[in-house]
């Protein structure tokens, strides 16, 4: 497992200190992938150079079952650092080096023999179903396939936790998928704590349990995936349920509604249930479905129309632990 | 023409003097770019690793093997440097006479125009393969033999192609003050004694030369080249 406890960096520019980290704790346990998610300049590069120690942070812990890295130095910190595998965005792999070479590169550090090296080189290449490309050379892969090998090289020291910097940020929507559900096999199959750095939605709702808002060096929100985009109004739900940009409809008459419908046997009735209570249908304005980490999520905006009230709906949706708010009461209320 | 090349064939400069010139020549450049690659790949790696933000950053070192070493060093143009370094040779070698002395003031003034290339050669490695290094827990010296060496490989050969191209070329003037080799040749015959013919044939051959090291220079640079 890894835990983060109050990391903090801070650079300093001529006359200006600039806070890129400012207390940022995050807990990862065995067998479960962490998302961190956040836009540019959030502070998501400074914080994946500080976990991985490639940047000292100013202060705050970085464990990694049970060991400081931020306490540890030379010799010490190498040895520490097989415990921590880590993923670049661009994979990163040693151009010169055939395939089995590059994955074979930590082994070489650990002091492993030659052909034990080769042997567990090909029995990380075959998990990540490139065994036939262990003679290439990484100009010769694709971008899904560089990856691949990137991932096995983070796993040759047979780590605990797997750091991923954006580890589908450069690749098709196609191959990301593929590599995301690889993450999640090898993750289920090596028991790893898998922290992932990204800015796509994707990657937090296919392989995340649970998730972390990054927002100018802090964390702003925080928690299992279903807890976060089961609260409603929260930006993580929001952002995990979008709504089409051009559903504003500010203009209908009466007002709008918005409600987080949450189906935990998959089934989502409360606007069926609401129209049938009031004997008035709901006009949808803007709707979107998710199933994540097991459960059916969907975020309806309806039109709410004269004599009834938005207030009186969202009361009723509240009174029936649904969660809701207005959105508009604009147009002509009579 | 025919008259032309039988003439220069039944030339004493041609069979008796050309072939130990050639020899002469090859020495020079053998010696000094051995020599040259042993001493400057450290220098240049030293470079590359002190540099601010470097892998070992370290400003005196950096500056006075910079500023100091490379730069006055590469300001000096050779003709003047060769002469300069005369009792330094002497001492050195115990003679100023011959390609082995020659090879002296060749080597000290390519280590530094070397030097440079490999540290340019450095700095084309991209950053994040230096990232990875480190984050698999290499130490400094593995990061830069393991990774930052290979990885720069094929612009290292072309630096060590075109430092011997840059050699064949000062080799001619060291000739000059006692080196020998086909630049004496050049001058004592074709320039002072009026053989247009002497000079034509040493100027072949000199081209000959350098295009042989640089065809084989790019060869090895496309063997290593596997970007």
């Keep these: 497992m890894i835990a983060v406890t109050d990391l903090k960096k801070v650079y300093r520019q001529a006359t200006r200190e600039v806070r890129a980290l400012d207390g940022v704790a995050l807990t990862v346990p065995d067998n479960s992938v962490h998302g961190v998610i956040g836009q540019s300049g959030a502070g998501k590069s400074t914080l994946v150079r500080c976990i991985a120690l490639l940047d000292r942070p100013t202060s705050g812990v970085v464990e990694v079952n049970g060991t400081d890295l931020t306490a540890v130095r030379s010799a010490d910190l190498r040895r520490a650092r097989r415990r921590l595998g880590v993923v670049f965005q661009h994979a990163n792999l040693f151009d010169s080096r055939t395939v089995a070479d590059n994955v074979a590169y930590p082994l070489e550090l650990a002091g492993v023999g030659r052909a034990e090296r080769a042997s567990r080189a090909a029995e990380l290449l075959g998990l990540v179903g490139l065994a036939e490309n262990a003679d290439a050379h990484p100009a010769q892969l694709s971008g899904g396939q560089r990856q691949r090998v990137g991932i096995a090289r983070a796993l040759a020291t047979d780590p605990d936790v797997l750091l991923c910097d954006e580890p589908t940020s450069a690749l098709d929507p196609a191959t990301t998928g593929e590599i995301l559900d690889l993450i999640a096999a090898l993750k289920a199959r090596l028991g790893l704590a898998v922290l992932v750095i990204t800015h796509e939605m994707t990657v937090v709702k296919r392989i995340c349990d649970s998730v972390s808002l990054l927002e100018d060096g802090r964390v702003v929100e925080s928690g299992p995936l279903t807890e976060v985009v089961g609260a409603f109004g929260s930006r993580l739900s929001e952002s995990l349920l979008a709504l089409p940009p051009a559903a504003g409809a500010d203009s209908a008459e009466g007002g709008t509604v918005e409600v987080l419908d949450v189906g935990r046997d998959g089934e989502l009735s409360a606007l069926t249930t609401a129209s049938r209570h009031f004997g008035v249908d709901f006009p949808v304005v803007a709707a979107t479905v998710e199933r994540l980490a097991g459960t059916t999520f969907g975020r309806w905006r309806v039109q709410v129309l004269p004599p009834l009230s938005p207030d009186e709906v969202v009361g009723y949706f509240s009174a029936n632990g649904v969660q809701a708010g207005v959105t508009a009461t604009t147009g002509s209320v009579r | ?227």
């Excluded at chain 2, 011997?164 to 060291?174: D, F, N, R, W």
């Excluded at chain 2, 000959?208 to 065809?215: A, K, M, P, T």
């Design chain 2, 1 to 227: 023409m025919i008259d032309f090349l039988t003439q220069l064939a039944a030339n004493p400069v041609v069979t008796n003097a050309l072939w130990p010139a050639f020899l002469e020549t090859l020495l020079m450049v053998g010696v000094s770019g051995v020599a040259t690659v042993v001493l400057g790949l450290p220098v240049g790696v030293v470079l590359f690793v002190t540099q601010p933000g470097g892998l070992a950053h370290n400003r005196p070192v950096n500056v006075v093997l910079g500023s100091v070493g490379v730069n006055i060093t590469r300001s000096v143009p050779y003709a003047i440097l060769m002469l300069s370094l005369v009792p330094f040779t002497r001492w050195i070698v115990g003679t100023s006479i011959g390609p082995i002395a020659a090879s002296v003031s060749l080597t000290i003034a390519a280590v530094p125009f070397f030097a440079r290339l490999v540290e340019a050669a450095l700095r084309e490695v991209a950053p994040g393969k230096v990232d990875a290094a480190h984050a698999m827990g290499s130490t400094r010296f593995q990061t830069v033999w393991k990774v930052l060496l290979p990885e720069s490989a094929p612009a290292l050969v072309a630096g060590v192609t075109t430092t011997v191209v840059t050699l064949i070329g000062y080799s001619a003037m060291a000739g000059l003050i006692g080196g020998g080799g086909l630049g004496r040749l050049a001058y004592n015959y074709g320039y002072q004694r009026f053989q247009p013919d002497v000079m034509v044939l040493i100027l072949v051959i000199l081209v000959v030369l350098v295009q042989l090291v640089q065809w084989a220079g790019d060869a090895v640079v496309s063997k290593v080249d596997h970007r």
